[in-house]
């Protein structure tokens, strides 16, 4: 890669900008508890273990089929979780008030941002354009950005393309030439910044991306033989390489 060509970086967001600390575990009991008032509500009598399950049910999904190269609508995976309840209820408005529920509990205790992340992107956007590409999971594309907006890195970015609203996502090569064609560039004038070397790293270079890999653990066995451009520990490495 040629650093010197580069006009715009892509970042992926989870584990790259954003991770998720003792919140997750506090996320995850508030939406187990949102989920079984609702179900209440709604003459379903559902254990915590079992609304638990339906959980990793989905987040096990998403990781499939993001891996597969799709994804899907949020009120798609909220039909799944009902399915994987044995709910029986074709109905619009619980539907919804089950994705409020998971939605609201992701606001009241989100993910955290690296404490670089704001600076980093305020320096590189004087100099390129910037996108975040994200496989999402169940969460609204509205609440991310919302999110986004509350920890403030929504402005940084020129584009957004999460994979629940585009129903394509990394390592899928349609997603990257989303980006081509939105910036009108040439690959070798993109980079993807991530910390998977499957969906971030491998999908960007099969559409002729330049690549940095986040390496936090610094201990990746790299069995796919998927080989990035650069390496770093963390993204307070990347002025390094384009400033």
Request: aromatic residues 12%; charged residues 30%.
């Given at each position: 890669?040629?650093?010197?060509?580069?006009?715009?970086?892509?970042?992926?967001?989870w584990?790259?900008?954003?991770?998720?600390?003792?919140?997750?575990?506090?996320?995850?009991?508030?939406?187990?508890?949102n989920?079984?008032?609702?179900?209440?509500k709604?003459?379903?009598?559902?254990?915590?273990?079992?609304?638990l399950?339906?959980?990793?049910?989905?987040?096990?999904?998403?990781?499939?089929?993001?891996?597969?190269?799709?994804?899907?609508?949020?009120?798609?995976?909220?039909?799944?979780?009902?399915?994987?309840?044995?709910?029986?209820?074709?109905?619009?408005?619980?539907?919804?008030?089950?994705?409020?529920?998971?939605?609201s509990?992701?606001?009241?205790?989100?993910?955290?941002?690296?404490?670089?992340?704001?600076k980093?992107?305020?320096?590189?956007?004087n100099?390129?354009s910037?996108?975040?590409?994200?496989?999402?999971g169940?969460?609204?594309?509205?609440?991310?950005?919302?999110?986004?907006?509350?920890?403030?890195?929504?402005?940084?970015?020129?584009?957004?393309?999460?994979s629940?609203?585009?129903?394509?996502?990394?390592?899928?090569?349609?997603?990257?030439?989303?980006?081509?064609?939105?910036?009108?560039?040439?690959?070798?004038?993109?980079?993807?910044?991530?910390?998977?070397?499957?969906?971030?790293?491998?999908?960007?270079?099969?559409?002729?991306?330049?690549?940095?890999?986040?390496?936090?653990?610094?201990?990746?066995?790299?069995?796919?033989?998927?080989?990035?451009?650069?390496?770093?520990?963390d993204?307070?490495?990347?002025?390094?390489?384009?400033l």
């Open positions: 890669m040629d650093t010197t060509k580069i006009k715009l970086i892509s970042f992926d967001l584990e790259t900008l954003i991770f998720d600390s003792k919140n997750h575990n506090q996320r995850n009991k508030l939406r187990i508890n989920l079984r008032l609702l179900f209440d709604y003459g379903q009598n559902i254990s915590d273990e079992k609304i399950e339906s959980l990793s049910f989905i987040s096990k999904n998403c990781s499939q089929d993001h891996n597969s190269g799709f994804d899907k609508k949020t009120d798609i995976r909220i039909k799944e979780l009902l399915n994987f309840l044995d709910i029986k209820k074709d109905n619009k408005l619980f539907e919804k008030e089950i994705l409020n529920a998971l939605d509990s992701f606001l009241k205790h989100p993910p955290s941002i690296f404490p670089t992340a704001i980093i992107l305020n320096s590189l956007k100099r390129y910037l996108c975040l590409t994200s496989n999402t169940i969460t609204s594309p509205n609440i991310y950005r919302k999110y986004l907006d509350e920890v403030g890195i929504f402005d940084k970015f020129d584009k957004l393309y999460l629940n609203e585009l129903l394509v996502s990394k390592p899928s090569f349609s997603i990257f030439k989303i980006i081509l064609d939105d910036f009108k560039l040439k690959p070798d004038e993109i980079v993807h910044i991530g910390d998977n070397l499957f969906t971030d790293i491998f999908g960007a270079k099969k559409c002729g991306f330049g690549t940095v890999f986040i390496n936090k653990r610094n201990s990746v066995n790299n069995n796919l033989k998927i080989y990035p451009d650069y390496t770093v520990k993204i307070s490495k990347i002025p390094d390489l384009f």
